[in-house]
């Protein structure tokens, strides 16, 4: 949620998507209760270099009406796109609803791999499915792995030159393009220097992140620590384990500062 659609629209009339390409992986949207997509013709649409969302082919879109509500035009082209209103009609106990979070491509050669296709806000759709599997956060991208490795090499972490975790067990988390990221057992630091997070994060290759706060020698650091209690099946190895942002820690890896 959040992008805007007339400035995305802009972007990629004029400049194209960083990448495009078909997924043989059946995709199923569902809005307002009712499955409004159920195809294998649709597409992963890199709009910008991290991760991709899916655009589904216009005929795909079902059960649904789309009313056109802006049209954009590029300036110095004749390609255009549309802001479009996606309806769902009431059915039995259940009211009719309205996005306008989806942009309609034109049908128009011109505009390359993007003819023809709809981009449905992630967000404001209730549930995506590749296969029979949910989706969350966003599209993962075909092209990004984990690895989950086992080690015994000595871990530690420091606040200011202090310990305040010590381990001899870690999983190493190597993910395509992030910096490596190790999870440890909670009883790893000592619990009187954790407080409760409210903040979650949600990632689509390991599930929903709740975090702490760790307070030493009166200074609180914000969301430092986090954890995956109920980590997707894929990432079911860092199942209550906690990781710590390099970022914002010192790490020793061996006695060696990472």
């Not at 194209?16 to 997924?23: C, H, I, R, Y």
């Not at 910008?48 to 082209?77: A, M, N």
Request: hydrophobic share 35%.
């Amino acid at each position: 949620m959040g992008s805007n659609l007339v400035e995305l629209a802009d972007r990629l009339l004029k400049n194209g998507a960083n990448k495009v390409l078909p997924t043989p992986r059946r995709v199923r949207v569902v809005f307002n209760q009712t499955t409004i997509v159920d195809t294998t013709k649709a597409l992963w649409v890199w709009e910008h270099e991290w991760y991709p969302q899916f655009y589904i082919p216009s005929s795909e879109i079902k059960d649904s009406t789309l009313s056109d509500s802006q049209s954009i035009k590029s300036e110095g082209t004749a390609k255009t796109a549309t802001i479009v209103k996606l309806t769902v009609p009431a059915k039995a106990g259940v009211p009719e609803k309205t996005t306008d979070r989806v942009l309609r491509f034109d049908n128009d050669p011109s505009l390359g791999d993007l003819a023809g296709l709809v981009r449905l806000e992630f967000g404001a759709m209730d549930t995506w499915l590749e296969e029979d599997v949910r989706i969350i956060g966003h599209p993962k991208d075909p092209f990004k792995r984990l690895d989950f490795l086992h080690s015994t090499r000595p871990f530690e972490v420091r606040i200011d030159g202090k310990t305040i975790a010590k381990s001899s067990y870690a999983i190493h988390l190597h993910e395509t393009s992030l910096k490596t990221r190790y999870y440890v057992p909670l009883a790893s630091i000592d619990p009187s220097l954790l407080r409760p997070s409210t903040t979650t994060s949600v990632c689509p290759y390991k599930g929903i992140a709740e975090y702490y706060n760790v307070v030493l020698d009166g200074k609180e650091y914000k969301d430092i620590v986090w954890y995956y209690n109920y980590p997707i099946q894929e990432s079911i190895a860092i199942a209550g384990l906690i990781s710590f942002y390099n970022e914002k820690v010192e790490i020793l890896l061996d006695g060696k500062a990472v």
